[in-house]
């Protein structure tokens, strides 16, 4: 199976402040993906990245962008955090049948 | 793009009763449609999935039914038991959903009363 984790559980950070969140897979898949999700909303698509140093906006956008460097890392960053941004933060990446490997998420705070 | 209706959004039944979880989708190319359970603090996890070249897909008490004509998908669970209290997302996708990701319906919770 593949491993997805996420290096921080827990974030509480303050408006306006730079937040990295990172994410690492173990299977040297070339796709992932970092959701966002609300209750109500269900699990939103923000970016997704389909190798090294190529990224393709997904459905929110806005107010995020993202770093791959190397395949097996993808991070998502918040350049100037807002109190909307508090949510849960979900990295996954795909096996080769389509079944989506989800990280532990990242439960982030703006106060 | 995809768009994913899910309903409902709450749903209660007694243990021992079955459940219908009810999806529908717009885009008429989408061609892989799993269902992920996600218990309370826990990561999204596939419990079964179905690929449009058939009609019905069944995995124990789990089972899923697609009508690709209506552009709607089911998840059913019979005989259901308090392990089954969770909430449930459906999602559609074009290639499998490795390419572009998946579009997620917002889930429904699922309450099973003793």
């Known amino acids: 199976d593949v491993k997805v984790t996420q290096s921080s559980r827990y974030l509480v950070k303050r408006t306006g402040e730079k937040v990295f969140l990172e994410c690492v897979q173990d299977?040297?898949?070339?796709?992932m993906f970092w959701y966002r999700q609300d209750p109500g909303l269900g699990l939103r698509l923000i970016y997704f990245?389909?190798?090294?140093?190529?990224?393709e906006k997904g459905d929110i956008p806005e107010g995020y962008s993202v770093s791959r460097e190397k395949k097996e890392r993808f991070s998502l960053i918040l350049e100037s955090a807002s109190t909307n941004q508090t949510s849960m933060y979900l990295c996954a990446s795909p096996s080769t049948t389509g079944e989506l490997f989800f990280g532990e998420g990242s439960r982030l705070t703006v106060l | 793009g995809e768009n994913v209706e899910q309903h409902p959004s709450t749903l209660s039944v007694q243990e021992g009763d079955s459940a219908v979880i009810k999806c529908t989708y717009s885009?008429?190319?989408?061609?892989?449609f799993p269902w992920y359970k996600q218990e309370l603090g826990k990561r999204p996890q596939l419990i079964i999935d179905?690929?449009?070249?058939?009609g019905e897909k069944k995995d124990q008490r789990i089972a899923v039914t697609l009508n690709k004509t209506a552009k709607h998908f089911s998840l059913h669970i019979t005989e259901t038991q308090p392990e089954d209290s969770a909430v449930y997302f459906c999602a559609a996708a074009f290639s499998g959903g490795g390419a572009d990701g998946l579009t997620f319906g917002k889930g429904t919770h699922l309450i099973i009363q003793p």
């Open positions: 990245s389909y190798d090294v140093k190529m990224k």
């Open positions: 885009d008429s190319a989408s061609n892989y």
């Open positions: 299977m040297d898949h070339e796709n």
């Open positions: 179905i690929r449009s070249n058939v």
